[in-house]
Protein backbone atom coordinates (compact mmCIF):
# COMPACT_ATOMS: atom_id res chain seq x y z
CA UNK A 1 0.00 0.00 0.00
CA UNK A 2 1.28 3.13 -0.80
CA UNK A 3 2.13 5.46 2.39
CA UNK A 4 1.00 9.52 2.17
CA UNK A 5 4.34 11.23 1.73
CA UNK A 6 3.54 13.13 4.82
CA UNK A 7 4.54 9.66 6.87
CA UNK A 8 8.35 10.03 7.57
CA UNK A 9 8.72 8.86 11.00
CA UNK A 10 10.61 5.18 11.47
CA UNK A 11 7.90 2.72 13.35
CA UNK A 12 8.58 3.12 17.33
CA UNK A 13 8.87 -0.11 18.96
CA UNK A 14 8.02 1.23 22.19
CA UNK A 15 4.52 2.02 21.18
CA UNK A 16 4.17 -1.16 19.68
CA UNK A 17 4.33 0.17 15.97
CA UNK A 18 4.23 -2.62 13.46
CA UNK A 19 2.36 -1.25 10.30
CA UNK A 20 0.33 -3.06 8.34
CA UNK A 21 0.70 -3.41 4.70
CA UNK A 22 -0.41 -6.73 2.98
CA UNK A 23 -3.97 -5.31 1.26
CA UNK A 24 -5.51 -8.91 1.47
CA UNK A 25 -5.64 -8.84 5.11
CA UNK A 26 -6.70 -5.24 5.19
CA UNK A 27 -9.98 -6.29 3.01
CA UNK A 28 -10.25 -9.17 5.20
CA UNK A 29 -10.41 -7.46 8.37
CA UNK A 30 -12.82 -4.33 6.47
CA UNK A 31 -15.17 -7.15 5.41
CA UNK A 32 -15.64 -8.95 9.07
CA UNK A 33 -16.16 -6.02 10.66
CA UNK A 34 -18.75 -4.90 7.93
CA UNK A 35 -19.88 -1.43 8.61
CA UNK A 36 -23.06 -0.51 8.87
CA UNK A 37 -25.09 2.56 8.48
CA UNK A 38 -25.28 4.24 11.75
CA UNK A 39 -22.48 2.31 13.34
CA UNK A 40 -19.79 4.33 15.46
CA UNK A 41 -17.15 2.88 14.52
CA UNK A 42 -14.26 3.60 16.81
CA UNK A 43 -10.55 2.38 16.09
CA UNK A 44 -7.84 2.14 18.56
CA UNK A 45 -3.79 3.21 17.42
CA UNK A 46 -4.75 4.01 13.65
CA UNK A 47 -0.86 4.41 12.89
CA UNK A 48 -0.30 5.03 9.51
CA UNK A 49 -4.08 4.50 8.27
CA UNK A 50 -3.56 1.27 7.19
CA UNK A 51 -7.23 0.00 8.19
CA UNK A 52 -8.56 3.64 8.85
CA UNK A 53 -8.34 5.04 5.21
CA UNK A 54 -10.35 1.39 4.04
CA UNK A 55 -12.66 1.62 6.62
CA UNK A 56 -13.22 5.39 5.65
CA UNK A 57 -13.78 4.18 2.71
CA UNK A 58 -16.30 2.19 3.13
CA UNK A 59 -18.05 3.89 5.93
CA UNK A 60 -17.56 7.65 5.30
CA UNK A 61 -16.68 8.21 9.62
CA UNK A 62 -14.59 6.94 12.02
CA UNK A 63 -13.17 7.85 15.55
CA UNK A 64 -9.49 7.02 16.54
CA UNK A 65 -7.61 6.81 19.15
CA UNK A 66 -3.84 7.71 18.71
CA UNK A 67 -1.31 8.19 21.47
CA UNK A 68 2.10 9.32 18.83
CA UNK A 69 1.75 12.71 18.54
CA UNK A 70 3.87 12.54 14.89
CA UNK A 71 1.00 10.50 12.94
CA UNK A 72 -1.66 12.60 14.39
CA UNK A 73 -1.05 15.52 11.72
CA UNK A 74 -0.31 13.33 8.64
CA UNK A 75 -3.24 11.00 9.93
CA UNK A 76 -5.75 14.17 9.81
CA UNK A 77 -4.36 15.03 6.56
CA UNK A 78 -4.34 11.73 4.37
CA UNK A 79 -7.83 11.24 5.90
CA UNK A 80 -9.22 14.23 3.72
CA UNK A 81 -9.44 12.40 0.62
CA UNK A 82 -11.54 9.06 2.45
CA UNK A 83 -14.05 10.55 4.71
CA UNK A 84 -14.99 12.35 8.44
CA UNK A 85 -11.92 11.39 10.93
CA UNK A 86 -12.30 12.26 14.80
CA UNK A 87 -8.98 11.95 16.55
CA UNK A 88 -8.19 11.06 19.85
CA UNK A 89 -5.05 11.93 20.47
CA UNK A 90 -4.63 10.03 23.91
CA UNK A 91 -3.54 6.80 25.55
CA UNK A 92 -6.40 4.55 24.83
CA UNK A 93 -6.32 3.29 28.84
CA UNK A 94 -7.60 6.91 29.52
CA UNK A 95 -10.40 6.96 27.12
CA UNK A 96 -14.03 6.55 28.58
CA UNK A 97 -15.32 4.11 26.04
CA UNK A 98 -18.69 4.51 28.12
CA UNK A 99 -18.54 8.31 27.48
CA UNK A 100 -17.91 7.62 23.52
CA UNK A 101 -21.27 5.45 23.40
CA UNK A 102 -23.29 8.34 24.83
CA UNK A 103 -23.98 10.41 21.27
CA UNK A 104 -24.55 7.39 19.04
CA UNK A 105 -25.60 4.18 20.97
CA UNK A 106 -22.83 1.22 21.62
CA UNK A 107 -19.41 1.13 19.85
CA UNK A 108 -17.85 -0.94 17.41
CA UNK A 109 -14.24 -0.95 18.34
CA UNK A 110 -11.54 -2.07 15.98
CA UNK A 111 -8.21 -2.37 16.24
CA UNK A 112 -4.47 -3.81 15.76
CA UNK A 113 -3.61 -3.36 18.76
CA UNK A 114 0.16 -2.54 20.38
CA UNK A 115 0.97 -5.75 21.70
CA UNK A 116 2.71 -4.77 24.76
CA UNK A 117 -0.80 -3.31 26.06
CA UNK A 118 -3.11 -5.84 24.45
CA UNK A 119 -4.37 -7.48 27.78
CA UNK A 120 -4.50 -3.96 29.45
CA UNK A 121 -6.54 -3.22 26.60
CA UNK A 122 -8.58 -5.93 26.53
CA UNK A 123 -9.71 -5.34 30.34
CA UNK A 124 -10.53 -1.91 29.80
CA UNK A 125 -13.17 -2.63 27.13
CA UNK A 126 -14.55 -5.57 29.87
CA UNK A 127 -15.06 -2.29 31.74
CA UNK A 128 -16.80 -0.88 29.14
CA UNK A 129 -18.36 -3.76 27.90
CA UNK A 130 -22.47 -2.62 27.77
CA UNK A 131 -20.55 0.39 25.85
CA UNK A 132 -19.69 -1.93 23.29
CA UNK A 133 -21.76 -3.82 20.42
CA UNK A 134 -18.55 -6.03 19.28
CA UNK A 135 -14.60 -5.72 18.68
CA UNK A 136 -12.39 -6.91 16.46
CA UNK A 137 -8.49 -6.94 17.28
CA UNK A 138 -5.47 -7.85 15.95
CA UNK A 139 -3.13 -9.72 18.42
CA UNK A 140 -0.66 -12.29 19.09
CA UNK A 141 -2.02 -15.62 17.91
CA UNK A 142 -0.98 -16.96 21.66
CA UNK A 143 -3.20 -14.11 23.25
CA UNK A 144 -5.91 -15.70 20.74
CA UNK A 145 -5.27 -19.30 21.73
CA UNK A 146 -5.63 -18.57 25.46
CA UNK A 147 -8.62 -15.74 24.93
CA UNK A 148 -10.44 -19.07 23.26
CA UNK A 149 -8.83 -21.77 24.99
CA UNK A 150 -11.36 -24.22 26.77
CA UNK A 151 -10.87 -26.42 29.58
CA UNK A 152 -8.48 -29.43 29.08
CA UNK A 153 -6.58 -27.36 26.87
CA UNK A 154 -2.76 -26.01 28.22
CA UNK A 155 -3.61 -22.94 27.21
CA UNK A 156 -6.63 -22.04 29.00
CA UNK A 157 -6.36 -19.68 32.12
CA UNK A 158 -7.20 -16.52 33.47
CA UNK A 159 -8.04 -14.57 30.31
CA UNK A 160 -9.98 -17.38 28.88
CA UNK A 161 -12.24 -17.33 31.69
CA UNK A 162 -12.57 -13.77 32.30
CA UNK A 163 -13.24 -12.95 28.72
CA UNK A 164 -15.58 -15.60 28.00
CA UNK A 165 -17.84 -14.72 31.19
CA UNK A 166 -18.23 -11.29 29.71
CA UNK A 167 -17.93 -11.86 25.57
CA UNK A 168 -18.59 -14.74 23.17
CA UNK A 169 -15.15 -14.91 21.72
CA UNK A 170 -14.40 -16.01 17.72
CA UNK A 171 -10.66 -16.09 16.42
CA UNK A 172 -11.21 -15.37 12.44
CA UNK A 173 -8.00 -16.36 10.81
CA UNK A 174 -4.29 -15.99 11.55
CA UNK A 175 -1.61 -13.76 9.87
CA UNK A 176 2.03 -14.21 9.50
CA UNK A 177 4.86 -11.59 10.43
CA UNK A 178 5.71 -10.50 6.69
CA UNK A 179 2.13 -8.98 6.45
CA UNK A 180 3.64 -5.83 8.59
CA UNK A 181 6.10 -3.52 8.85
CA UNK A 182 8.76 -3.93 10.51
CA UNK A 183 7.83 -8.07 10.88
CA UNK A 184 6.41 -8.65 15.02
CA UNK A 185 8.61 -11.33 15.86
CA UNK A 186 5.46 -13.77 16.20
CA UNK A 187 2.08 -14.36 14.23
CA UNK A 188 -0.84 -13.03 14.95
CA UNK A 189 -4.40 -13.78 14.81
CA UNK A 190 -7.89 -11.36 14.19
CA UNK A 191 -10.48 -12.06 16.73
CA UNK A 192 -14.20 -11.14 17.13
CA UNK A 193 -15.65 -10.92 20.72
CA UNK A 194 -19.29 -9.65 21.14
CA UNK A 195 -20.47 -8.39 24.67
CA UNK A 196 -22.92 -10.96 26.09
CA UNK A 197 -26.30 -9.35 26.63
CA UNK A 198 -26.06 -8.21 30.69
CA UNK A 199 -29.05 -10.38 31.75
CA UNK A 200 -27.24 -13.45 30.22
CA UNK A 201 -24.01 -12.99 32.08
CA UNK A 202 -25.12 -14.20 35.65
CA UNK A 203 -21.93 -12.86 37.53
CA UNK A 204 -23.55 -10.52 40.64
CA UNK A 205 -20.33 -9.43 41.96
CA UNK A 206 -17.51 -8.68 39.33
CA UNK A 207 -14.76 -7.84 41.72
CA UNK A 208 -15.72 -10.74 43.23
CA UNK A 209 -15.51 -12.82 40.58
CA UNK A 210 -12.40 -11.55 39.39
CA UNK A 211 -10.38 -12.40 42.66
CA UNK A 212 -12.18 -16.03 42.41
CA UNK A 213 -10.67 -16.97 38.87
CA UNK A 214 -7.28 -14.75 40.23
CA UNK A 215 -7.05 -17.23 42.84
CA UNK A 216 -7.89 -20.27 41.08
CA UNK A 217 -5.26 -19.86 38.45
CA UNK A 218 -2.81 -18.25 40.68
CA UNK A 219 -1.83 -21.69 41.57
CA UNK A 220 -3.37 -23.68 38.64
CA UNK A 221 -1.29 -26.78 39.50
CA UNK A 222 -3.53 -26.86 43.13
CA UNK A 223 -6.70 -28.02 43.34
CA UNK A 224 -9.34 -25.57 44.03
CA UNK A 225 -9.59 -26.48 47.76
CA UNK A 226 -6.10 -25.41 48.38
CA UNK A 227 -6.11 -22.32 45.71
CA UNK A 228 -9.34 -20.35 46.83
CA UNK A 229 -8.75 -21.88 51.17
CA UNK A 230 -8.36 -17.42 51.79
CA UNK A 231 -11.74 -17.20 50.48
CA UNK A 232 -13.63 -20.58 51.47
CA UNK A 233 -13.97 -24.21 52.17
CA UNK A 234 -14.54 -27.19 50.33
CA UNK A 235 -17.86 -27.70 51.69
CA UNK A 236 -18.50 -24.01 49.96
CA UNK A 237 -17.07 -25.30 46.50
CA UNK A 238 -19.18 -28.29 46.67
CA UNK A 239 -22.38 -26.24 47.87
CA UNK A 240 -22.26 -24.26 45.12
CA UNK A 241 -22.04 -27.99 42.30
CA UNK A 242 -17.98 -27.67 41.78
CA UNK A 243 -15.50 -30.49 42.38
CA UNK A 244 -12.89 -28.94 45.30
CA UNK A 245 -10.65 -31.70 44.19
CA UNK A 246 -10.67 -30.24 40.57
CA UNK A 247 -7.62 -28.15 39.43
CA UNK A 248 -9.03 -24.57 38.00
CA UNK A 249 -7.54 -25.64 34.48
CA UNK A 250 -10.49 -28.16 34.77
CA UNK A 251 -13.45 -26.23 35.53
CA UNK A 252 -16.06 -24.86 32.74
CA UNK A 253 -16.78 -20.69 33.11
CA UNK A 254 -20.19 -21.28 34.30
CA UNK A 255 -19.00 -23.01 36.84
CA UNK A 256 -16.58 -20.26 37.84
CA UNK A 257 -19.52 -18.05 38.09
CA UNK A 258 -21.67 -20.27 40.00
CA UNK A 259 -19.02 -20.95 42.00
CA UNK A 260 -18.31 -17.04 42.56
CA UNK A 261 -22.49 -15.68 42.81
CA UNK A 262 -22.40 -18.59 45.70
CA UNK A 263 -19.13 -16.90 47.98
N1 LIG B 1 -3.44 0.31 12.78
C1 LIG B 1 -2.09 0.47 12.26
C2 LIG B 1 -1.79 -0.64 11.30
O1 LIG B 1 -2.50 -1.67 11.34
O2 LIG B 1 -0.84 -0.51 10.52
C3 LIG B 1 -1.05 0.53 13.39
C4 LIG B 1 -1.03 -0.65 14.32
S1 LIG B 1 0.35 -0.67 15.42
C5 LIG B 1 0.45 -2.41 15.75
C6 LIG B 1 -0.33 -0.09 16.98
C7 LIG B 1 -0.75 1.38 17.02
O3 LIG B 1 -1.19 1.69 18.35
C8 LIG B 1 0.34 2.37 16.70
O4 LIG B 1 -0.15 3.36 15.84
C9 LIG B 1 0.71 2.99 18.06
O5 LIG B 1 1.22 4.30 17.97
C10 LIG B 1 -0.64 2.95 18.75
N2 LIG B 1 -0.54 2.96 20.22
C11 LIG B 1 0.43 2.43 20.99
N3 LIG B 1 0.14 2.61 22.30
C12 LIG B 1 -1.05 3.27 22.35
C13 LIG B 1 -1.87 3.76 23.41
N4 LIG B 1 -1.53 3.57 24.69
N5 LIG B 1 -3.02 4.39 23.10
C14 LIG B 1 -3.38 4.57 21.79
N6 LIG B 1 -2.64 4.14 20.75
C15 LIG B 1 -1.49 3.51 21.02
Redesign the pocket.
Known sequence: MTRPAAFTEPA?KH??????HERGIISKIVQAVDPQPGDRLV??????????FPLLDRHGELTV????RD?IFPLTEAARAHGTLEVIH????AVDFTALSHNGGPIRLV?????N?STPILFHALDHAPAIRDMHF?LQKEVVDRMAAGPGSKVYGRLSVMLQAYCHVTPLFNVPPGA?RPPPKVDSAVVRMVPRDPATIGVRDHAKFAEVVRDAFGQRRKTLRNALSQQCDAAAIEAAGVRPDARAEQIEVADFVRLANSL
Open positions: KLGQHFLEIGPGQGAITIEFDLRDVLGNLPYLMF
